[in-house]
């Protein structure tokens, strides 16, 4: 991949614990990928930044969506269920990044839409080869649909 | 037709007997057609220091209608009635779901039938020539109610205190992942980008903070595994050991390439199990045959003998072995004989074992002396093939 040929990339991160996205963020800055980071707390900030409501006005539209399932107010389900039921959402692509190992939660998960679903490792080597392998895959391999101007 | 008995001046009786006991309380049905019969009957129990409270009826529909309304301690019924008999009112009660000893007052009947009315569930049979051993039997037929109720009740609570242990086992084990999963990732964290930068104790001490971690980590999620076995009501399934071999082979496959182990089962049985525990069970011991391996490179083999009634696996070892002293201790949670240094480990895998074992009827123990191999034996029982519909 050319740097500077693409333009970039932009990450959003839905997870309740702040250790969880300090740490990711932390690993991802550590690859040689052109991308952003935002980071939101529940599913209700999650509708609201892709819906670009109140605060979120200026937010860029993510091209990539890391989802933790189990959200305060509004869960990682039923972001999943609203993301992938809209038209101008739904091509987004979502990794959901959960400590759950319920196969219930795997079925569903993906019977909701989601591209990807990852189980965040216990321990800080698996954890960092996790983020580092689908930050690789999904931000330099995979081609990503392009963006709709809104 | 509800005769209240107040305490009755009968002479010099009741004036012993209110020294010696008090007066006992009886809530009583009497089944019985002849009304001098009741009469004769509720004198017995008043003479046996009975503080009466009873009913009469007659009819199966009279009967069933008082015991859904009331509560009583005894049910007194003769055997011959107008349109049914003394036995019905065992049958009626059985139906309702109510635990209330029926005592059978009646006319001669003959060895058989008396037989009979106890071997179907009255608690005594009385000769009307004999009530004055009435109030004795009923006083047993209640006291061996009362200890019924008591057994019962123990054994409620037991089971209920067993799941509430389960239950928080399994939360605990659970939502101790979360805050661990923190603690372990940060302080590797801290190992990775300090060590060194401080001092020498720092160094050590994100160290032992680490493998703290590490180990609990173990612990909970083994601890895990031991209180999810028997929670989900799985149906068991005929399962192929020889499979179930094969799928442990491809599990511990890195730690049977490194050890040099060898895996040897001939012709184990389809038995009638949950195919994943039976999985844990085999792995768990296969596991440890590795694990506790002696200079020699392991060889572990798998059998299985029909005993009639069940089946004996026995999976042997040449290992190191285990003291007899110590048979018993490896089967009970969280016990271990080495150190973390020795051997890592949870100290929870023999009683996962054990677990999965007991639940389908089955024992599990170990044959072994110090430095002489072990052999692991487990039985289960042969159970009839699932019946496809």
Known sequence: MIAGMKSKAEVLLVDDNPADIDLTREILSKCKLHFHVNAVNDGVEAISYLHRDGNYADAPAPDLMVLDLNLPRKDGRAVLRELKSDPHLAKIPVIV??????????????????NCYLRKPGNLHDFAAVVQSMAEFWLGFASLPHKEKR | MITTEKEEKQGSAPIRQNADSPRQKLRALIVEDNSS???????ALRKGSFELQSD???????????????????????????????MGTIEILQREALDIPVVIVSGALGDVKA???IKQGAADYVLKDHL????????????????????RHAQEELARSNRDLEQFAYVASHDLQEPLRMVATYTQLLAERYQGKLDQNADKYIHYAVDGAIRMQILVKD????????????????????????TVIANLQAAIGESGAQVLYENLPVIVADHGEMVQLFQNLVANA???????PPVIHIVAENQKRDWLFSVTDNGIGIAPEHAEMIFVIFKRLHTHEEYPGSGIGLSICKKIVEKQGGRIWVQSQLGQGSIFHFTFPVKKEVVNP
């Open chain 1, 97 to 114: 990044f959960t400590t759950s190992q319920a196969s219930s939660d795997i079925s569903r998960s993906y019977e909701l839409g989601a």
């Open chain 2, 115 to 117: 037989v009979d009315c």
């Open chain 2, 56 to 86: 009469v009826v007659q009819s199966a529909q009279e009967f069933t209608a008082r015991v859904r309304q009331n509560t009583y301690d005894v049910i007194l019924s003769d055997y011959r009635l107008p349109g049914w008999n003394g």
């Open chain 2, 223 to 246: 601890l895990l595994a031991f209180s999810r076995v028997g929670r989900q009501e799985a149906v068991p399934q005929p399962v192929d050991c020889n499979l179930v071999i094969k």
């Open chain 2, 132 to 151: 004055p051993r009435l109030p004795e039997s009923v006083r047993r037929a209640v006291r061996e109610k009362q200890l019924r109720d008591e057994h």
């Open chain 2, 290 to 296: 590795i694990k506790f391996r002696s200079a020699a």
């Open chain 2, 37 to 43: 019969d009741v009469e004769l009957v509720l004198h």
